[in-house]
């Protein structure tokens, strides 16, 4: 048998050479092989796979409702891990490399893959090189015709396929656990929601006030990680950081679902502390900005868009058809340029409306600006069109 798999490890090694080629199928699980395999067809030492998540609420990161990718790391089945295993593979240039090789994976990252100080560059890059280049599958020496950084694009975009199968915020929402700032949540309450979707037991981490922000679900697998079967298997290594109970799962600030502390998801925001006909809101909230379907950060105090920060509280007073929104900077309203500018120097504040879900000025809830700010760029908010086209919404607190 132990022949067997040596040979079968050599010709797979050939198959496999052609790039994304399978790997035979006899390979044995990662993990669980009894003897010398082709490390192109098995990952190893490196055997054990974890596919991790974030849940980042200060500042907030991605969606509103979705939890966003932390890596795809290799540890050698027994909780301890290689790292930076090649640095002249130490890319410094990942969005160029899934620009040319894997723009879908690219463009999901923007949304779902995010560092908390707005670069994300750095952080893929930080993954690759610290994780990616320990994975013996994605060796150069495993791929025929190997063009540079391939196995780069292969690692991002297995890691996102991946991902796309853990929908962590559903699966913890369809068992009423849902982000809220006054309900806390047990640790087998949340284990038992991610056990009955995942399978296998996910490690569940929080930080040092005990609030929900990170998940790992852990993998063998058979094959290579380009194009193997990735097995769901029990977490090895540190178990869960939190506490058995009064577990924070925080809302995003800036979240819509956030304010909503009942368990029923279809009570939002909107409809529970908001008038929308008159278009008039009254009070305090975030004013949260959605570009490309998808919450991106909000609007500070000077009225200006930052997507790494924390939000402002804007002050609404009914005024004529609609209102009048404050910051702590002073009154907002649109300048003569066409910009959105809350200052002490604004003395006539401009009257916005409500649609229900969106601020509008005008009759229209567009707001443009010149490209989506990251880390500490703050954008400016036009009513005027341009390049990227976004929306604000009201967030009550
Ligand atoms: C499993 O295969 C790897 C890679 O060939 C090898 O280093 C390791 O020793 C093997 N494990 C066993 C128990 O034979
Ligand atoms: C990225 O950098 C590597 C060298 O580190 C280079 O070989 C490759 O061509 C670059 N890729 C792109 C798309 O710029
Ligand atoms: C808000 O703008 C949308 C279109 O952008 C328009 O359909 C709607 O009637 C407007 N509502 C109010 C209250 O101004």
Same mark, same amino acid.
């Given at each position: 048998?132990?022949?067997?798999?040596?040979?079968?490890? +050599?010709?797979?090694?050939?198959?496999?050479?052609?790039?994304?080629?399978?790997?035979?199928?006899?390979?044995?699980?990662?993990?669980?092989?009894? #003897?010398?395999?082709?490390?192109?067809?098995?990952?190893?030492?490196? !055997?054990?796979?974890?596919?991790?998540?974030?849940?980042?609420?200060?500042?907030?990161?991605?969606?509103?409702?979705?939890?966003?990718?932390?890596?795809?790391?290799?540890?050698? $089945?027994?909780?301890?891990?290689?790292?930076?295993?090649?640095?002249?593979?130490?890319? #410094?240039?990942?969005?160029?490399?899934?620009?040319?090789?894997?723009?879908?994976?690219?463009?999901?990252?923007?949304?779902?893959?995010?560092?908390?100080?707005?670069?994300?560059? &750095?952080?893929?890059?930080?993954?690759?090189?610290?994780?990616?280049?320990?994975?013996?599958?994605?060796?150069?020496?495993?791929?025929?015709?190997?063009?540079?950084?391939?196995?780069? =694009?292969?690692?991002?975009?297995?890691? +996102?396929?991946?991902?796309?199968?853990?929908?962590?915020?559903?699966?913890? &929402?369809?068992?009423?656990? +849902?982000? %809220?700032?006054?309900?806390?949540?047990?640790? &087998?309450?949340?284990?038992?929601?991610?056990?009955?979707?995942?399978?296998?037991?996910?490690? /569940?981490?929080?930080? &040092?006030? *005990?609030?929900?922000?990170?998940?790992?679900?852990?993998?063998?697998?058979? !094959?290579?990680?380009?194009?193997?079967?990735?097995?769901?298997?029990?977490? /090895?290594?540190?178990? %869960?950081?939190?506490?058995?109970?009064?577990?924070?799962?925080?809302?995003?600030?800036?979240?819509?679902?956030?304010?909503?502390?009942?368990?029923?998801?279809?009570?939002?925001?909107?409809?529970?502390?908001?008038?929308?006909? !008159?278009?008039?809101? %009254?009070?305090?909230?975030?004013?949260? /900005?959605?570009?490309?379907?998808?919450?991106?950060? $909000?609007?500070?105090?000077?009225?200006?868009?930052?997507?790494?920060?924390?939000?402002?509280?804007? @002050?609404? #007073?009914?005024?004529?058809?609609?209102?009048?929104?404050?910051?702590?900077?002073? *009154?907002?309203?649109?300048?003569?340029?066409?910009?959105?500018?809350?200052?002490?120097?604004?003395?006539?504040?401009? =009257?916005? @409306?409500?649609?229900?879900?969106?601020?509008?000025?005008?009759? %229209?809830?567009?707001?443009?600006?010149?490209? +989506?700010? #990251?880390?500490?760029?703050?954008?400016? /908010?036009?009513?005027?069109?341009?390049?990227?086209?976004? *929306?604000?919404?009201?967030?009550?607190?």
């Amino acid at each position: 048998m132990a022949a067997r798999y040596l040979f079968l490890g +050599v010709a797979a090694a050939r198959c496999a050479t052609a790039g994304s080629a399978a790997c035979s199928a006899d390979a044995p699980l990662s993990c669980h092989n009894t #003897t010398s395999y082709d490390t192109c067809c098995l990952n190893a030492p490196g !055997g054990h796979l974890l596919l991790t998540q974030f849940w980042d609420t200060n500042p907030a990161t991605g969606p509103s409702d979705s939890w966003t990718v932390h890596g795809l790391w290799p540890d050698n $089945c027994d909780g301890t891990y290689e790292s930076n295993c090649d640095a002249s593979r130490a890319y #410094t240039n990942i969005t160029q490399i899934l620009q040319a090789g894997a723009p879908s994976t690219l463009q999901y990252m923007q949304t779902y893959w995010k560092d908390y100080h707005g670069n994300d560059e &750095s952080f893929w890059e930080h993954e690759w090189s610290k994780h990616g280049t320990c994975i013996s599958t994605l060796e150069p020496s495993c791929y025929t015709n190997y063009q540079a950084t391939q196995e780069a =694009v292969d690692f991002f975009n297995r890691a +996102v396929s991946l991902f796309k199968t853990l929908p962590s915020y559903s699966w913890l &929402s369809a068992a009423g656990i +849902v982000p %809220s700032s006054t309900t806390t949540y047990t640790l &087998s309450a949340i284990q038992s929601a991610l056990t009955a979707q995942f399978g296998y037991a996910v490690t /569940v981490n929080c930080n &040092s006030n *005990k609030e929900l922000d990170e998940l790992w679900y852990h993998y063998n697998v058979q !094959g290579s990680v380009q194009s193997g079967t990735f097995q769901p298997t029990t977490p /090895v290594g540190s178990g %869960s950081t939190c506490p058995s109970t009064g577990i924070k799962y925080l809302p995003k600030p800036g979240s819509v679902t956030s304010a909503s502390t009942t368990l029923t998801p279809a009570t939002t925001l909107t409809t529970a502390t908001s008038t929308p006909t !008159g278009g008039a809101l %009254s009070g305090k909230g975030y004013l949260n /900005v959605v570009t490309s379907g998808s919450q991106k950060g $909000c609007i500070i105090g000077a009225g200006t868009w930052y997507t790494t920060g924390t939000c402002a509280t804007f @002050t609404a #007073t009914p005024s004529g058809s609609g209102f009048t929104l404050t910051s702590s900077k002073g *009154k907002c309203a649109i300048s003569s340029s066409n910009a959105l500018t809350c200052s002490s120097s604004v003395t006539a504040a401009t =009257v916005f @409306t409500y649609d229900g879900t969106n601020l509008n000025y005008s009759g %229209s809830s567009s707001f443009y600006a010149t490209s +989506v700010p #990251t880390g500490s760029t703050q954008a400016t /908010v036009y009513t005027a069109s341009n390049t990227v086209s976004l *929306k604000i919404t009201w967030q009550a607190i």
